[in-house]
């Protein structure tokens, strides 16, 4: 009796509420709809208007006014990256964060690399099931992989709209590179007979933490880091290794806790000490720099493949 009444009493607000939409002039003609097209015009001239104001020096998409994106377009940053990273567990030492944070260092060193390429916002939930259980404490949140290759398929679908001529996935974690193949291809699809060519690639060699980093440490630096090149747990029996723990370092100290672990003496993974943090973050940007030119490179390969404009 009490869920009848309630909906009864909300049934005229509903009612109010729809039509006083109607009103607005959402859908329908009339004065409203004149209204709308002139505040559409209106706000049209306003977006093409010179900008009056110094624009600020940036990669990341969601920093630039509209006015400086659309000026930065016309001066050819027709390059976009959608990077995507996740929030996971990554044992005592790490942030959940890790992957995000490498996003945010790697996106700024490879758009400026590039030259006239931006950053999209990113992706910092990576695809995983959460069942029906409760596990109290577990890492996350993560989404569904239908939902992650639908929310790829969009923002590249939306990065074309908005003028992007490439767009490339790169992804900081190994269970995202199925749906930003998925994704990339599905798009490519779409639009393989468009006159107006925008090319979507998803960038296998960006995630090369097996494949180029830990040869790089462990036979071109030299150090004997315990772990076994290719897998990502070392002997520390952690899901971290020293070039993750390097390029955190550089970013944030306090993601890696690097100070709380000195304090108890657990500042080294896989039988490698620490130097100081100076080394470390040395370390970092040496890691960081193999990481870009890596996916710099392939870049490179792909855009060799395409059409002479």
């Known amino acids: 009796m009490k869920r009848m009444l309630v909906a009864l009493l909300t049934m005229p607000l509903l009612a109010a509420s729809a039509s006083a939409q109607a009103g607005a002039g959402g859908a329908g003609g009339g004065a409203g709809g004149a209204g709308n097209a002139q505040a559409a015009a209106a706000r049209a001239a306003a977006a093409n208007k010179p900008r009056t104001i110094e624009g600020i ?7 630039l006014t509209q006015p400086e994106f659309r000026d930065m377009l016309k001066d050819g940053y027709t390059t976009v990256l959608i990077m995507t990273g996740g929030v996971e567990n990554n044992d005592g030492n790490l942030s959940m964060n890790k992957h995000n944070i490498n996003n945010r260092l790697h996106g700024e060193l490879l758009a400026r690399k590039m030259g006239k390429t931006l950053v999209a916002p990113l ?5 995983g099931n959460a069942g029906n259980t409760i596990q109290p404490g577990r890492a996350g949140p993560m989404i569904s992989q239908a939902t992650f290759i639908s929310l790829l398929y969009d923002m590249g679908n939306y990065l074309r709209s908005m003028g992007f001529k490439e767009i490339y996935y790169l992804g900081d974690s190994g269970g995202n590179m199925r749906g930003q193949q998925a994704a990339a291809d599905s798009l490519t ?25 830990q040869p790089y440490i462990q036979n071109e630096l030299k150090i004997p880091e315990g772990i076994k090149i290719g897998a990502s747990t070392g002997t520390s029996g952690l899901h971290e290794e020293l070039s993750i723990d390097a390029t955190l370092a550089l970013a944030d100290p306090v993601s890696i806790r690097y100070e709380q672990r000195k304090k108890v003496g657990q500042d080294e993974i896989n039988g490698i000490k620490f130097q100081s943090l100076a080394w470390l973050q040395d370390l970092g940007r040496k890691i960081a720099d193999l990481r870009v030119k890596t996916t710099l490179d392939a870049i490179n390969a792909y855009r060799a493949t395409l059409p002479k404009p």
């Open 57 to 63: 020096n940036t990669v990341w998409l969601e920093e």
């Open 123 to 127: 992706v910092t939930l990576e695809p």
């Open 189 to 213: 699809k779409v639009y393989a007979d468009s006159p107006d060519r925008v090319y979507f690639k998803h960038i296998a060699e960006y995630y090369n933490h097996t494949s180029v980093v």
